[in-house]
């Protein structure tokens, strides 16, 4: 059964800062990870969509890495802004219908 | 280009009661999703539909039914509400790429409290 794994669960920075969120999952058999965005009460925003033969992507100030041997993903935000506040999910295929959650990194960013 | 569309945006009911959530599908879209967030929680999967078939269910009662129309819309209901209910609902759309991955479109929501 495939369990993901969001560390740190909350996470304050002040402004300007780079920052590193963690996701880990049991079962490394996956087809593909999302990194999605979400604001307080909203939909989830997809960020970065990495498939099982990719290492990284990016987009903007984002870079999301996969190591799939290891069962972990780390997405890495440069730069951080105020508007960077939000929850962060990592989101997991690994075939079948369902994809998996992590329960969020909740992200604060001081001005 | 119309993403994902859920409807209602909010709706307050009381226990015992029944509700019908409904969602649109992304254009292009042939499959949808629908799962449950509890507050401070990660999104929960509840099931999807693909030609107006059930694929899979997750751990869900059967008080959560649904059901997806020849135009790939589909509506999520709940039966004899719990106050345990309560949690935003979201619809995602996706359809089977080329690598065979479930590349996920989330709605925005629907927040359901049930008093």
């Known amino acids: 059964k495939q369990e993901v794994t969001q560390i740190p669960a909350a996470l304050s920075v002040p402004e300007g800062e780079n920052l590193v969120l963690n996701c880990s999952f049991t079962?490394?058999?996956?087809?593909?990870l999302q990194w999605f965005r979400q604001d307080p009460g909203k939909g989830l925003t997809s960020l970065l969509l990495?498939?099982?033969?990719?290492r990284e992507q990016t987009s903007g100030r984002l870079n999301a890495s996969l190591d799939k041997s290891s069962g972990r993903s780390t997405l890495y935000i440069a730069a951080s802004q105020p508007g960077d506040s939000a929850t962060y999910l990592c989101?997991?295929?690994?075939?079948?219908?369902?994809?998996?959650f992590g329960a969020g990194t909740r992200l604060f960013v001081k001005a | 280009d119309a993403g994902v569309t859920q409807s209602p945006t909010h709706l307050i009911k009381t226990r015992g009661q029944q509700v019908t959530l409904r969602c649109s599908p992304k254009s292009g879209h042939d499959t949808v999703s629908w799962y449950q967030q509890a507050l401070g929680q990660g999104p929960q999967f509840i099931f999807q539909?693909?030609?107006?078939?059930?694929?899979q269910r997750g751990n869900f009662p059967d008080r959560f039914s649904g059901h997806q129309f020849p135009n790939y819309s589909s509506e999520l209901n709940v039966n004899a509400l719990l106050l345990g209910d309560s949690a935003l609902y979201l619809c995602?759309?996706?359809?089977?790429?080329?690598?065979?991955?479930?590349?996920?479109?989330f709605g925005a929501g629907s927040r359901l409290t049930v008093l």
């Open positions: 990495i498939q099982s033969s990719q």
């Open positions: 079962d490394s058999a996956i087809y593909n």
């Open positions: 989101a997991v295929y690994g075939g079948g219908f369902k994809t998996i």
């Open positions: 995602a759309s996706s359809t089977v790429g080329v690598s065979g991955a479930n590349v996920l479109t």
């Open positions: 539909y693909y030609e107006e078939e059930e694929r």
